[in-house]
């Protein structure tokens, strides 16, 4: 997979392990899997049945806040998969990108993502961030967010801010009765290294 990877710099590893590059989804759900759960699994089944497509996964070896991942990492969480589901490895770290991987898909991610992705620091300000939203809707993409638990432990589901009304038709929100899944991936670690059952 990795040597494929590095000549095309996008693969995608089926369920059974198979190893292609095409042809590219029309929905996907971009995370670091670190470590899958079903938190992951049950967001991408409830986007699947909205959309009326089946959703993949994306790993992307290099991250806006973090180091790129080393390949026997990138091994080890795309094995998680492995009966699961069809998972691309990319270097596709900004949601631009991967709009110009999968241009016409749907994204999927929670409400924490989402609010990453509307942040202007990652853009160089406010005008950096508008011409990446503008490029999402001119390549046909959707953000469909599922909510999520914020920092002081409120559930949030996504509400598009005033000052970004103009790309209100990016955004698919999901409702808490849709789909609500309190599971954290820190806290994963945390129990897992700690030799505790996951909970939850």
Not at 57 to 66: C, G, I, R
Not at 177 to 186: E, L, M, P
Request: charged share 25%; net charge neutral; with cysteine.
């Amino acid at each position: 997979m990795w040597n494929l990877f590095q000549e095309r710099g996008i693969v995608c590893v089926e369920a059974a392990g198979a190893v292609r590059t095409h042809p590219r989804p029309r929905a996907i759900l971009p995370g670091s899997f670190n470590p899958l759960h079903h938190g992951h699994t049950g967001l991408a089944a409830i986007a699947a049945a909205r959309l009326g497509v089946e959703v993949h996964f994306e790993l992307s070896v290099q991250n806006a806040d973090k180091p790129e991942l080393p390949p026997d990492e990138v091994e080890r969480r795309v094995k998680q998969f492995a009966g699961v589901g069809l998972v691309w490895v990319t270097r596709a770290a900004a949601f631009e990108k991967k709009a110009d991987l999968f241009p016409g898909a749907a994204l999927v991610l929670g409400w924490d993502t989402a609010v990453r992705v509307v942040n202007p620091k990652y853009y160089g300000g406010e005008a950096g961030r508008d011409r990446a939203l503008r490029k999402l809707i001119d390549r046909g993409c959707k953000l469909v967010v599922g909510g999520r638990l914020d920092p002081g432990g409120a559930f949030r589901v996504w509400e598009t801010p005033g000052e970004l009304e103009a790309f209100g038709e990016l955004f698919v929100p999901l409702t808490e009765a849709d789909f609500r899944a309190d599971v954290s991936s820190t806290e994963l670690r945390r129990q897992i290294e700690g030799g505790a059952a996951p909970t939850g």
